[in-house]
């Protein structure tokens, strides 16, 4: 089980406006870190979309936003295209009294109908 | 443009060891600190470990913590990654990634991505 919980799957038509949600505990989001969101291409590496809970990197669209709140985040994508058909992961980083370190979600697959 | 390419992937007996490399190009290596994050077929992103630009700092998953060993050569713009006693779900496909900060594991972001080098731990 992932530290981060994200849904297995979300879907939305084009155009639509999807969301996926991140959820975490006191000792990752809640404790302040901050949450990253990457998207996997079919058959390619995993490429950063969000840093720093709201950041775009420079070359990704607006349609796609991030935000952060307690201890879940979220990455909304509008104006779905066909082209967004990938997997999503967040990203944060876990200090308990177990131990510590860089945490993932266990990814959503978006499927544009 | 930032190039990372990952080697020494492979088939290997479980209980033995591999060293994975992975070659950065296209921006000042000893600048940024470097992850090695793993994908097991059909499964989701793991982090295996992170490195500080200078080393100084050091961070391992609980399930790779005692048999693997991250290290970096700055003056060849390397990363390495030391897996020893392999086990059958070590089986995955290892990334090398480059972080946006200097110090990272705390903070680690991961702004760009190697295409991975397989590792395939079977009898």
């Known amino acids: 089980q992932s530290v981060l919980t994200q849904p297995p799957s979300v879907s939305g038509a084009p155009g639509q406006r999807v969301t996926i949600s991140c959820t975490g505990s006191s000792s990752n989001i809640g404790a302040g870190y901050d949450v990253h969101w990457y998207q996997q291409l079919p058959g390619t590496a995993p490429k950063l979309l969000i840093y720093g809970n709201s950041n775009r990197p420079s070359g990704v669209p607006d349609r796609f936003s991030g935000s952060k709140s307690g201890t879940s985040a979220s990455l909304a994508i509008t104006g779905l295209q066909a082209e967004d058909e990938a997997d999503y992961y967040c990203q944060s980083y876990d200090s308990s009294l177990s131990g510590s370190g860089v945490v993932f979600g266990g990814g959503t697959k978006l499927t544009v109908l | 443009e930032v190039q990372l390419v990952e080697s020494g992937g492979g088939l290997v007996q479980p209980g033995r060891s591999l060293r994975l490399s992975c070659a950065a190009s296209?921006?000042?290596?000893?600048?940024?600190?470097m992850h090695w994050v793993r994908q097991a077929p059909g499964k989701g992103l793991e982090w295996v470990s992170g490195i500080s630009w200078n080393s100084g700092s050091i961070g391992y998953a609980d399930s790779v913590k005692g048999r693997f060993t991250i290290s970096r050569d700055n003056a060849k713009n390397s990363l390495y990654l030391q897996m020893n006693s392999l086990r059958a779900e070590d089986t995955a496909l290892y990334y090398c990634?480059?972080?946006?900060?200097?110090?990272?594991?705390?903070?680690?972001?991961?702004?760009?991505w190697g295409q991975g080098t397989l590792v395939t731990v079977s009898s």
């Open positions: 296209g921006f000042t290596f000893d600048d940024y600190a």
């Open positions: 990634a480059k972080d946006m900060s200097a110090v990272g594991i705390v903070g680690a972001t991961l702004d760009y």
